[in-house]
């Protein structure tokens, strides 16, 4: 059975990468042509066509998503968006699916592909984490997005959570950000984006439902430090996981 599940997952992969690469061919001219815009109004354009793009996609792969909470977001309001990460299908949902104008903390090696590389840095903020002085300027930008009203969505597990663990422990970036800005912290869970694909399998896809689940902000009190908020979001994300990921 297993044997037979690991063919059908190399012929899904197949599937998946061909229409990946005949799409992104597709919406690549119109994505290019949003940074004419200024901001933030370029990169709402850059979202709402990468939505587009992406629910065709993950419809025709077998991996539709649903969204929970959208109503959490307060119009006027911007986030820094906490999520979790356990898989590359991670960066296709959150961006596009977060509603309004949206950057990611993302790393650098993957802006090198070759015309993904594009898209990539379009939605994001670049950082190369082995190097201090891009780590300390991608947190300048991060204040910069959020200034202009985007939201800022970050993994503040750094990396894909290759543990056993529902979260790795997170990095305080994220909420040294909400401490020095006031901006509130939007929790968010992502669900069955590893049976999609599991870290464990290579060039291997499995049609799978996948959700993602945006929680009640939560805003930086007086005199809290960057940790303590930390600690408090990381209990919150890691209890609604514990009580969703048999229902889902």
């Not at 709402?48 to 629910?55: A, C, E, G, N, T």
């Not at 309004?100 to 592909?113: F, V």
């Not at 950082?127 to 991608?138: F, L, Y």
């Not at 006031?182 to 999609?196: D, Q, R, S």
Request: hydrophobic fraction near 40%; charged fraction near 20%; charge should be positive.
């Amino acid at each position: 059975m297993n044997s037979i599940k690991n063919i059908l997952g190399r012929i899904f992969a197949t599937w998946f990468a061909v229409l990946f690469v005949t799409t992104l061919l597709i919406f690549i001219i119109p994505i290019c042509i949003t940074m004419l815009f200024p901001e933030p109004r370029g990169t709402e354009i850059f979202r709402r066509i990468s939505k587009l793009w992406m629910d065709i996609f993950l419809f025709l792969t077998g991996c539709p998503i649903k969204i929970l909470g959208k109503n959490k977001f307060v119009k006027g309001q911007n986030y820094i968006v906490t999520t979790n990460h356990n898989s590359m299908m991670d960066i296709m949902i959150t961006t596009p699916q977060i509603p309004g104008p949206n950057k990611t903390i993302a790393k650098i090696e993957l802006s090198r592909i070759p015309i993904f590389g594009l898209i990539y840095k379009r939605g994001s903020v670049l950082v190369d984490r082995k190097n201090e002085a891009s780590r300390k300027e991608s947190f300048n930008k991060m204040k910069e997005v959020l200034q202009l009203g985007m939201h800022m969505c970050i993994y503040p597990e750094g990396t894909r959570n290759k543990t056993s663990e529902p979260l790795k422990s997170f990095h305080e970036g994220a909420f040294k950000l909400a401490v020095d800005t006031g901006v509130p912290i939007m929790p968010a869970l992502l669900f069955n984006t590893k049976k999609a694909m599991p870290q464990n399998k290579t060039f291997f896809i499995w049609p799978t439902k996948m959700e993602i689940h945006f929680l009640t902000p939560v805003f930086p009190t007086p005199g809290e430090t960057s940790t303590q908020l930390k600690d408090k979001i990381f209990q919150l994300m890691s209890d609604y996981y514990a009580a969703h990921e048999n229902r889902v």
